[in-house]
């Protein structure tokens, strides 16, 4: 079945967060939203049938997930990235955001440090923060074209207080899908000092042609001893207002403390839809996954060749990964703040501003390649208008 990604829905009447928050974030309510990470897509036909199919039962009171659920992801993950995960491994949690807050209070203390690697997916910051744990910033280094870890300055942060890095993989925001050789060194490092990885692997499906995403921990079984694996549906099938998701501990010790943190806040429940859609959406939509691969594959190019044409001073990131664009306007020589004025204010337009990144996110534009394209095609004209 071909799907439909070119028509343009409305999703204000459904309370869309990227929506519907502009009034109340920017104090505007007439841009066009290409910030927040989900997609402007109906998700998949099966997906969508499975849950009106369940709905049509009415009653939705106190539900497990069945073991077809945790078949399905362990089918998933063999097929998909070639990594073998047994049912024992899995815990059931209702966000991936909230899964890495109870894992920095299972396994750190107040006041331990906690790596990230700006810029990065903003919350992995302010959770470590808000639950009083400091963070140790190794932020990536620019290679030419690409981004990459810095090692050298990885073995040079990590002292007697550090305990956790969070790994995002796919980078968010800089679209980088890591490599064997780059995940590699890094294992070897934390195992060295003792650090446990949280692998943010959320959008692990969204992997653009020529590139694959390597789960950590299939990496080796040193890599699976260390690591926690966070993992979703949401973000591959636009499931995001379900609230659902899955932590991947092999490690017994690592399993059994995230457990008894978990048991703590009494999340034991399943969404009674989540668990349905996200097994239709492993069973059944491959299909429309690389149908959406292909169409974002498409608004990149068509993104690149747009600003190459009409902004060239705009440099484009290689999208290995996410369906995130980041984009270098370093050369336009405005400071953050005019380019909001110019880009929000003047030209209607929603992007994720790069300083919410942190540290090397000066000057930078995410910009969320989910949408229809003539969506695109009319921020990216509005946003080359104010620039120019
Ligand atoms: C790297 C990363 N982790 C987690 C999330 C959100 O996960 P959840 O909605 O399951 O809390 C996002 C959403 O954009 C993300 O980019």
Redesign the pocket.
């Known amino acids: 079945m071909a799907y439909d990604f070119e028509t343009v829905i409305d999703r204000t009447s459904k309370n869309s967060a990227k929506w519907t928050l502009m009034k109340r974030i920017t104090g505007l309510d007439d841009l066009i939203p290409l910030w ?3 997609m402007d897509f109906p998700s998949c036909f099966e997906v969508i049938e499975a849950l009106k199919r369940r709905a049509d039962h009415g009653v939705f009171g106190y539900t497990l997930e069945p073991e077809s659920y945790y078949r399905a992801v362990i089918d998933w993950m063999k097929r998909r990235h070639g990594w073998k995960i047994r049912r024992g491994w899995m815990l059931s949690t ?7 807050n109870l894992a920095l209070l299972a396994y750190s203390q107040p006041g331990d440090r906690v790596i990230i690697q700006p810029p ?2 903003y ?2 910051k302010e959770s470590i923060l808000k639950v009083r744990r400091r963070v140790a910033e190794n932020p990536l280094i620019l290679d030419g074209d690409r981004y990459t870890m810095d090692f050298d300055q990885l073995e040079k942060l990590i002292d007697g207080r550090t305990r956790l890095i969070i790994l ?1 993989s796919p980078h ?1 925001p800089v679209a980088r899908v890591w490599f064997k050789e780059e995940l590699e060194p890094l294992v070897e490092i934390c195992l060295r000092h003792n650090i446990i990885i949280l692998s ?1 692997e ?2 692990h499906d969204l992997i653009l042609k020529g590139n694959r995403h390597i789960p950590t921990a299939s990496l080796s079984k040193e890599a699976d001893s260390i690591t926690v694996t ?1 993992t ?1 549906a ?2 591959t099938f636009n499931l ?1 207002g379900l ?3 899955l932590v991947i501990a092999s490690d017994k010790q690592l399993r059994d403390r995230y457990r008894s943190t978990l048991q703590s806040i009494w999340t034991g429940i399943a969404n009674a839809l989540s668990a349905v859609a996200t097994e239709t959406a492993y069973r059944y939509g491959e299909s429309w996954l690389e149908q959406v691969l292909e169409y974002v594959q498409g608004n990149y190019d068509f993104l690149v060749s747009h600003l190459a044409e009409r902004l060239p001073e705009a440099r484009v990131f290689p999208l290995e990964g ?1 369906y ?1 664009a980041w984009v270098d306007l370093r050369s336009l020589g405005m400071s953050d703040e005019e380019l909001k004025q110019r880009i929000l204010r003047r030209g209607r337009v929603w992007f994720d501003d790069g300083p919410m990144f942190g540290t090397g996110g000066e000057g930078f534009q995410r910009i969320n390649l989910a949408c229809p394209r003539r969506t695109l095609n009319k921020a990216l004209e509005a946003m080359v208008q104010v620039l120019r």
């Open positions: 927040v990470a989900d209702p966000g991936v955001v909230p899964s890495l990065v997916y919350p992995f995002c968010n943010d959320i959008h966070f979703s949401t973000k995001a609230g659902c998701s996410t995130l």
